[in-house]
């Protein structure tokens, strides 16, 4: 198939400018037509009629882009009707095919791929059938082309564009230029971020120690502890969720909040992907008061967020037996 060339200075040509975008269109539109349908660069009046309008054609034709019947040019032909309009120097430096030269090629591919074929029958096929339909060699080459109306002006079965790869479709052993060169593993839920990122990827507020020494951070073990029970979520969290995260910590403790979220996943529907499910839970957690502690947890001496959370619920429990004896 011929194509419409144009050169790539021609952004900033003169008579472009003074064309203008909407007289530019009709031009391009046209000249594809021409490069189809291979008129050599007449456009038939009523092509131009049906893709723009007269004022649109009259500015190609005053700029110099379009000639009409009559015009003096000596590069360009004269058109065929008195309406229609001829591109001026559609053949320059070669950029476009004439009709001779298009046929030409069509049958010198035409002959190639007979004597690819002669040669393929002649040849010895002891596993084959000399019957069998020999394959296409040329990709273009189509069993039979449909005749069409160079006057006719209509689109292709497709939108244009669209007969090769789009910037959509995946190409076997190629990556996409705005996909990521790192590679992180695929959630259910089509996710792409890593659960636990490396420290150098946390803010600086997630890492901070009184000493400033490089020992580990509560929040660095909350993120340990939580893919020790294989809760692997996002930890792409703002700057503020973190330094509210890191106070948190610090107040209730890594197995407090690490309780919590195993009590949240194990309640949840869906299994969450990213830590954010679980913020508003760890926001609301508060020390338990002394008085309120479970005698177990008192005996055992140091604090437990199991043993706190069984004593809430037993007191919750005797809440409601009170009032309904009462």
Not at 174 to 197: D, E, F, K, M, V
Request: proline share 9%; hydrophobic share 35%.
């Amino acid at each position: 198939m011929p194509w419409f060339k144009i050169d790539d200075s021609s952004h900033s040509h003169p008579k472009f400018l003074r064309a203008g975008n909407a007289a530019l269109g009709l031009w391009l539109r046209c000249g594809a037509y021409s490069a189809q349908h291979l008129t050599e660069g007449i456009v038939p009046g009523i092509v131009a009629a049906n893709y723009g309008t007269a004022p649109q054609a009259a500015k190609l034709v005053k700029t110099g882009l379009w000639h009409t019947a009559g015009h003096t040019c000596p590069r360009c032909p004269q058109p065929l009707e008195a309406d229609d309009y001829v591109i001026h120097d559609f053949f320059e430096g070669g950029r476009n095919s004439t009709r001779a030269q298009v046929e030409s090629a069509k049958r010198a591919a035409a002959d190639r791929s007979a004597r690819a074929r002669s040669g393929r029958k002649s040849a010895p096929n002891p596993g084959g059938n000399a019957d069998d339909p020999e394959p296409k060699t040329d990709p273009n080459e189509s069993e039979t082309a449909p005749e069409t109306n160079p006057f006719d002006p209509q689109f292709p079965h497709s939108a244009a564009g669209g007969g090769g790869l789009s910037h959509r479709d995946d190409v076997e052993g190629g990556t996409h230029p705005l996909s990521s060169s790192s590679s992180y593993p695929r959630t259910s839920y089509g996710g792409t971020s890593s659960p636990q990122p490396p420290a150098d990827q946390l803010p600086a507020v997630a890492f901070r120690t009184a000493g400033g020494g490089g020992e580990t951070t509560p929040v660095q073990e909350l993120v340990d502890a939580m893919g020790a029970r294989q809760m692997t979520v996002s930890w792409a969290l703002a700057a503020e969720e973190w330094t509210q995260l890191a106070a948190q910590v610090e107040q209730m403790g890594t197995a407090a909040l690490a309780e919590h979220a195993a009590r949240v996943w194990q309640a949840a529907k869906t299994k969450p992907y990213s830590a954010r499910y679980f913020l508003p839970g760890w926001l609301a957690l508060r020390p338990a008061p002394e008085h309120h502690r479970h005698p177990a947890a008192q005996a055992l001496g140091g604090p437990s967020a199991a043993l706190d959370y069984l004593a809430d619920m037993a007191d919750i429990a005797n809440g409601y037996s009170t009032r309904e004896s009462s």
